[in-house]
């Protein structure tokens, strides 16, 4: 996301999804190439009768070509083995005539099995002149069709939903944000007030390799957020200067970053073993310390978490609650935003939600 505009009064900004554009691109462009090249029908048919010759079909979403040679010129059919750079095995069958080498099918596939039965059946006619007719039908479109739903499909899903061009307009002189995603399927627009909002964070997403990914998201009086984005991606030094681009025009104080659901930090998990591992005398020594640290201090977002998740597990899910919008309240009074946002972020993550 960039800054496009700027004044005294307005600030513009702009995200255009390229990456996702062509991470689209590649997707629908591998199902299409996939789609062709095994998306196809085989007729292999040969006749004993005047002219004994056989005939070889093939086809695919563009089109379909025959090759006509004589049965005397069959000599036998093989199956050829492709190792990839994996070192996985696919196969197809081979025919070996006098015009040289005709495959059965343009693409190798896995089944050792079935193409040996297939070359089984051929050379058997081969063998036997008594047989009068062969004809050899394979359908792989289904294939194809399934590799174009796959890849195309994904591919179309993140341009339509996912690759979106947003523009943010933050307006001094209205006093109102005007959020826009605009798509292919047209425009959807948000609209709040300036003063409804309270903080810019940069939201982590750790993946299972341990990489983040970050997306920027706008703090509501109300404890909502606005994230700028639906995914996250890397760049955090880029949207770290938009996010402070954002707090200086609306005169906000930066923040920390944080998780886009408040997942439980590792002390909390320990809290949680603690909890659970030492029963009830645990809980209630537990809710009397966070009682007695919130008394010290009103805003400790920490202590009333931890005092939330005690009561939860004693059964007091209405006292929890209260705990938490107190915290809430008494964050907001203090001018923090940061914690009271991630103590009504709790309310629904304890399912406290009335």
Not at 13 to 38: C, D
Not at 82 to 98: A, K, M, Q
Not at 164 to 187: E, I
Not at 224 to 243: F, H, I, M, N, V
Request: proline share 3%; glycine share 10%.
């Amino acid at each position: 996301m960039r800054v496009v505009r700027q004044t005294s009064t307005q600030l513009r900004l702009r995200l255009v999804p390229w990456l996702l554009w062509l991470m689209s691109g590649i997707f629908t462009g591998a199902g299409l190439m996939v789609w062709l090249a095994l998306g196809g029908e085989t007729v292999f048919e040969c006749t004993r009768t005047a002219p004994a010759q056989c005939e070889l079909t093939q086809s695919n979403p563009l089109g379909s070509r025959s090759r006509t040679f004589s049965l005397a010129g069959l000599q036998q059919a093989e199956v050829e083995t492709h190792r990839n750079s994996d070192g996985d095995h696919t196969y197809r069958v081979v025919l070996t005539t006098d015009q040289g080498v005709v495959p059965l099918t343009n693409a190798y596939s896995s089944g050792n099995g079935f193409h040996q039965n297939r070359a089984a059946q051929i050379n058997q006619f081969i063998q036997s002149p008594a047989a009068a007719s062969l004809r050899i039908h394979q359908d792989d479109r289904w294939i194809g069709l399934l590799f174009l739903v796959l890849f195309s499909g994904t591919g179309l899903a993140l341009m339509l939903v996912v690759g979106k061009v947003v523009t943010c307009d933050f307006d001094k002189s209205m006093g109102q944000l005007t959020f826009t995603k605009r798509g292919l399927l047209g425009a959807e627009t948000v609209q709040h007030p300036l003063h409804h909002l309270v903080s810019v964070t940069l939201q982590r997403s750790s993946g299972s390799k341990g990489g983040n990914t970050y997306r920027l998201a706008l703090g509501l009086k109300t404890g909502e957020t606005l994230p700028l984005t639906s995914y996250y991606d890397s760049g955090k030094r880029d949207k770290e200067k938009t996010a402070n681009a954002i707090r200086s025009f609306l005169g906000l104080s930066a923040s920390k970053d944080w998780h886009e659901d408040p997942m439980m930090t590792l002390a909390q998990v320990g809290n949680v073993m603690n909890l659970v591992v030492g029963g009830k005398g645990k809980r209630q020594e537990t809710i009397a310390n966070c009682q007695n640290q919130i008394r010290q201090d009103p805003c400790n977002a920490d202590a009333y978490y931890t005092l939330a998740m005690a009561l939860v597990m004693q059964g007091e899910k209405e006292q929890a609650r209260q705990v938490l919008e107190a915290g809430q309240t008494r964050c907001m009074q203090n001018g923090d935003q940061e914690k009271a946002l991630r103590l009504n972020q709790a309310i629904g993550q304890f399912g406290l939600k009335v």
